[in-house]
């Protein structure tokens, strides 16, 4: 991932989790949408943006 921060060791990026956000996703949709992600993968992105 080139460096770039990831949830839980998943090759899923941080910065892509907030510019779901960012977009107007909410969290329900962004976990409907990404399986491989839970609830508490978005409060922790949030924090790391914090």
Known sequence: ???RP???????PVG???E???S???EKEILE???V??????KAALLYAS
């Open 1 to 3: 991932m080139d460096g």
């Open 6 to 12: 990831t949830v839980r060791g998943l090759r899923f």
């Open 16 to 18: 892509d989790i907030l």
């Open 20 to 22: 779901l956000l960012a």
């Open 24 to 26: 107007g996703l909410s």
């Open 33 to 35: 949408e990404h399986l």
């Open 37 to 42: 992600l839970e609830k508490e993968d978005i």
